[in-house]
């Protein structure tokens, strides 16, 4: 079952899976993620088919979609995790991902992280600079530990996605600078406590053409082989992730499979063991973000549909000039079509989630579901004007779940604390 075959309409309504989301709408408040099972899991299982040809590590990009449920369900198909930060590493370890299937990117570990990661024995630090690797080498030293490592390389290429989630420019504070690598992995080996293990690059999220990863994967097997005749001994490709998706009905994105290939075309020959990062392209498409139209205004010049989801639930829109498709749940064939904006209730200009966007006529107390909101959506969510970030739940067959509870307004509010003098 791929994502269009878990969200399809059924008598007129939004199913997702064997589930209305209407009646799931009836029963809890809007707005709220919902997530299929289902899509999680034959999104994953296509990577494991895809990439079975040579040793493969399918790390997920936890940063994607972090719910422990989500993170579950991954781990029981045997994912290891790719995680950024400290709590990323505990949310992986609670799921029961084991330490040797997590490998720990970001280009700002600090020592606390890195001491936790070593204690836990992670399969690898991907090491962004030589700051970094100095840290890890001391820390590792004084925990009596190996660190076994790889370096993210900034390959230099483009690949053409939005300017705010391209990494792999030379202008990018990402990685090290593919023609300063050799040195930076002759250090390393002079360095105390450090297995250098690999070679790392992500060069981008929401890749929608073949070539630039083909660029990249052809300048690491050129570094790979180059290091191994510098003598050190080259075991691992991290290949990151950033495989689009479908946002728009009918738009092109290279295949899971064709991917892969590709990787096997050009690395295979380096008997390397494969991780692939893949986050946007395992949950994206498999979760919609349901609200309700709070009303329904005609403005000077434009008609405006507002929503009780805003951009604190989902950024993406406002951030990236993301498109979402926005579809009414109650799916009737004949119905009229209107334009509108499409805009949350937050104070704020940016908070629309589409222009002048054609989509069937809705009235007040209609229950609408933005697409292809699994990953970086509920994420990224703030409760920006006290607005409590939305319900997640999901999906299996006939059963459902809230996967996470919005926090109650007492709960939120008491978190902030009264300094002693003002009371
Ligand atoms: N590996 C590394 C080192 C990464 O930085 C990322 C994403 C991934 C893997 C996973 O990439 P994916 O397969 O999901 O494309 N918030 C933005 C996306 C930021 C991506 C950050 N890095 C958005 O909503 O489009």
Not at 394 to 421: F, G, L
Request: with cysteine; net charge neutral.
């Amino acid at each position: 079952m791929n994502s269009n075959q878990a969200f399809y309409y059924r008598n007129e309504q939004l199913f997702v899976e064997d589930i209305a989301i209407n009646d799931i709408a009836k029963q809890i408040t809007t707005p709220f993620y919902c997530y299929s099972s289902r899509a999680i899991t034959d999104n994953f299982i296509q990577y494991q088919q895809a990439f079975a040809k040579q040793d493969t590590l399918i790390c997920y990009a936890v940063k994607a979609n972090s719910n422990q449920a989500i993170l579950t369900t991954l781990a029981k198909l045997g994912a290891g995790a790719d995680v950024v930060s400290l709590g990323e590493i505990k949310r992986a370890l609670t799921a029961n991902i084991p330490a040797n299937k997590i490998v720990f990117s970001g280009v700002a570990k600090t020592a606390e992280e890195i001491e936790f990661a070593l204690k836990q024995n992670i399969f690898q630090f991907n090491i962004e600079s030589e700051p970094e690797l100095e840290q890890i080498s001391t820390i590792a030293t004084r925990l009596n530990k190996i660190a076994a490592v790889s370096f993210r390389i900034n390959p230099d290429v483009n690949a053409n996605t939005h300017a705010k989630i391209t990494t792999g420019k030379a202008e990018n504070k990402f990685g090290i600078p593919i023609d300063k690598a050799r040195n930076i992995y002759k250090k390393a080996a002079s360095l105390p406590n450090i297995k250098i293990q690999g070679v790392d690059v992500h060069i981008g999220s929401q890749l929608t053409e073949i070539t630039p990863f083909k660029e990249a994967f052809a300048k690491v097997a050129e570094l790979v082989n180059a290091l191994n005749s510098d003598g050190h001994t080259i075991s691992v490709i991290d290949i990151g992730g950033g495989l689009g998706i479908e946002y728009q009905a009918n738009e092109s994105i290279p295949k899971v499979t064709e991917y892969a290939e590709l990787a096997y075309q050009q690395l295979a020959s380096l008997k390397c063991k494969i991780i692939v990062e893949p986050g946007r392209s395992i949950v994206g498409n498999a979760g919609v973000l349901v609200s309700k139209v709070v009303y329904v205004k005609k403005g000077e010049q434009r008609q405006f549909l507002i929503l009780d989801a805003g951009m604190n639930d989902m950024i993406r829109p406002s951030m990236y000039d993301a498109y979402h498709d926005i579809i009414r749940v109650k799916n009737s064939p004949n119905s009229s079509e209107q334009t509108y904006d499409i805009v949350g209730p937050v104070c704020e200009t940016g908070d629309t989630f589409a222009k002048a966007r054609k989509i069937a006529t809705c009235q007040q107390d209609d229950l609408v579901a933005i697409k292809s909101c699994g990953a970086y959506g509920a994420v990224m969510s703030s409760a920006y004007n006290t607005r409590l970030p939305a319900t997640e739940i999901m999906i299996n067959q006939n059963q459902w779940c809230v996967i996470k509870d919005r926090p109650s307004y007492e709960e939120y509010i008491n978190a902030d604390k009264i300094p002693a003098w003002l009371e």
